[in-house]
């Protein structure tokens, strides 16, 4: 807001955009610890550990949570991605794609 009151609005936007993003991941990890605590069995809950263990480096971990809940949803697109990323031990999917909203 400084920024665009003192006339560089483009540095402004730039900023406001960081701003928006960051609001947003904190809604996402918001939303993921709420889950997780409310729900810490259900689906989504282990396939956010199973994320977890490989953003740790902790692939046969995160490979053995994600063989039995590829067993329940072969056809996620998430956890397809996720799967892949574990078994290329590559970049994760953003939790930001997780097909989950606030409950």
Sequence with gaps: RVLTLAGDKEEGEKWAGRAEKLRQREQTESILDELLLRS???????????????????????????????????????????????KERGKLPSLDELPIKKF
């Design 40 to 86: 810490p069995r259900s689906f989504w809950s282990n396939v956010v550990r199973a994320h977890q263990f490989a953003q740790l480096g902790n692939w046969s971990q995160a490979a053995d949570m994600l063989e039995e809940l590829t067993r329940v949803e072969p056809n996620e697109p998430f956890l397809k991605k996720l799967n892949e990323a574990v």
